[in-house]
């Protein structure tokens, strides 16, 4: 089992950035891939972004070219650098590993 806690969201205007993070701890960190999903009222959990152990990334269509995912296995923590983001990104956004998900930080993108 491993616990995670994300961190950094809030609100911001159309075209600004956040930075979220989620820290890990009970795990070999090192080892496995990561993610970040989202979700909206009344939508799907959706994948946003992963990396592998690797360091591969694979990327949401809808977030390519502005998101970045990123992993740092000495601090057991993963970050999604979030830009230029639009009204549609809204929604709370969770961190995963080996099936464990923490609570989620909201993320809410409006004038």
């Known amino acids: 089992q491993v616990q995670l806690a994300e961190s950094g969201g809030g609100l911001v205007q159309p075209g600004g950035s956040l930075r979220l993070s989620c820290a890990a701890s009970?795990?070999?960190?090192?080892?496995?891939?990561v993610a970040w999903y989202r979700q909206a009222p009344g939508k799907q959990r959706e994948l946003v972004a992963a990396?592998?152990?690797?360091?591969?990334?694979n990327y949401a269509d809808s977030v390519k070219g502005r998101f970045t995912i990123s992993r740092d296995n000495g601090k057991k923590m993963m970050y999604l650098q979030m830009n230029s983001l639009k009204p549609e990104d809204t929604a709370v956004y969770l961190c995963?590993?080996?099936?464990?998900w923490g609570q989620g930080t909201q993320v809410t993108v409006s004038s």
């Open positions: 995963t590993m080996r099936n464990s």
């Open positions: 009970g795990s070999a960190f090192s080892i496995f891939s």
């Open positions: 990396i592998s152990s690797g360091g591969d990334i």
